[in-house]
């Protein structure tokens, strides 16, 4: 099970963390990622980091704001957002595991990030 938490309402330029903690798995086996959907829209890739944690990924659109990280021995990823925009108003999901970053097999409930202007 995946469970996210951090969501909530901030400014335009303000910042978040979203973290996600794993059970009922082997965690550290396991790639994790972000995803996230905005009304109407499409679910989209946001970030992913490897099982080490020494290779990450991001989406253009977000990329030099958020940064991704884990902690193997707490279970938990995290998901730092910085300079938040209203376009970065969303549910964003934490995702495990899969064979690439677009295609995770495990998803998280979703938490509500809300960016006003």
């Known amino acids: 099970q995946l469970q996210a938490s951090g969501g909530g309402l901030v400014q335009a330029g303000g910042s978040l963390r979203l973290s996600c903690v794993a059970s009922g798995g082997t965690f550290r086996r396991y790639a994790m990622g972000w995803f996230r959907q905005a009304p109407g829209k499409e679910r989209e890739f946001v970030a992913h980091?490897?099982?080490?944690?020494?290779?990450?990924l991001y989406a253009d659109s977000v990329k030099g704001r958020f940064t991704i990280s884990r902690d193997n021995a707490k279970n938990t990823v995290h998901l730092q957002m910085n300079s938040l925009e209203p376009e970065d108003t969303a549910v964003y999901f934490c995702t495990g595991g899969g064979t690439s970053a677009l295609r995770p097999d495990y998803w998280g409930q979703g938490t509500q990030v809300t960016v006003s202007s």
């Open positions: 980091i490897s099982w080490s944690g020494d290779k990450r």
